[in-house]
């Protein structure tokens, strides 16, 4: 069965760090790129981050860069997001999903397999 968990969200103030993971299962982790979108309320949903399994790049929305930092750790299966110096316009359910194509995409329909999301909230 094809899993991607994600965790590590809550309630963080203005400024704050926190550290997402996504944990992946019953699939190919290494062939797979995993992207992070995010969805805040009223809002559509945006690609974030995205990391491909064909070179180890990474891409980050002009939005978060420099602050948003997206790694892999290919022996656990997991994908990791640090958010620092997050900001309220930050929050938002974010999701990670997987990409059988193998290079990252900022098109949700490119990916197979989506994660059930975990809760990012940033008070000012």
């Known amino acids: 069965e094809v899993q991607l968990v994600e965790s590590g969200g809550g309630l963080v103030q203005a400024g704050g760090s926190l550290r997402l993971s996504c944990a992946a299962s019953g699939f190919t982790f290494d062939d797979y790129a995993i992207g992070w979108f995010r969805q805040a309320p009223g809002k559509e949903r945006e690609g974030v981050s995205c990391?491909?399994?064909?070179?180890?790049?990474?891409y980050y929305a002009d939005s978060v860069k420099g602050r948003f930092t997206n790694s892999s750790d290919n022996a656990k299966n997991t994908v990791y997001l640090q958010m620092n110096s997050l900001k309220p316009e930050d929050t938002a359910v974010y999701y990670c999903?997987?990409?059988?194509?193998?290079?990252?995409?900022?098109?949700?329909?490119?990916?197979?397999?989506w994660g059930q999301g975990t809760q990012v909230t940033v008070s000012s």
């Open positions: 990391i491909s399994s064909s070179d180890g790049s990474t």
């Open positions: 999903a997987a990409a059988g194509i193998g290079v990252c995409s900022w098109y949700g329909l490119r990916y197979d397999y």
